[in-house]
């Protein structure tokens, strides 16, 4: 929010109240809404695990899962445009799993997950992306709906061999 609003001083200052990009960050200085931090950031390590003593803990203090915890909650609560996750559900488990899966599922902007969990990918994904042979191939839907249009393409391009991808969008 510092770092915000004296970037909307700066503009102000320099070039007026017409500035390019002054409502952008005055639209992210509402979004962030300051009011809700502490209620926010309490549901958040409530999703992931916390209780009220484990909240109030020292990240010092805990174990490596926990303290991965608390990285995933941060992550969480800043709402970054494009939020990359490497293995989220690492250390988590089974209700905490769960929730962020539910969480995830209504991220309103980019979303971007390495995860070995099908189910995980299943319950999260619209879209998954793969790169193989330096090429980066798009595919709409689930993990499982990709496994099956990946597998259906593949039966085809042997049938076929003078198919050029294996990517629908290309």
Known sequence: MARLEKESERLLEEEGPEADGLQDIYDKLDALEPSTFEKRAGELLYGLGFDKV?????????????RMRVALAQALFVRPTILLLDEPTNHLDLNS??????????YEKILVITSHSQDFLNGV???IMVIKENKLAYWAG????????RTEQETNQVRNPH????NPET
């Open 54 to 66: 484990g909240m109030e803990k020292k990240t010092k203090d805990m174990s490596g899962g926990w």
């Open 97 to 106: 799993c769960v929730w962020l899966e539910d969480h995830l599922r209504t």
């Open 125 to 127: 994904c619209s879209n």
């Open 142 to 149: 689930n993990y499982d709906q990709y496994v099956k249009t």
């Open 163 to 166: 198919s050029q991808s294996l």
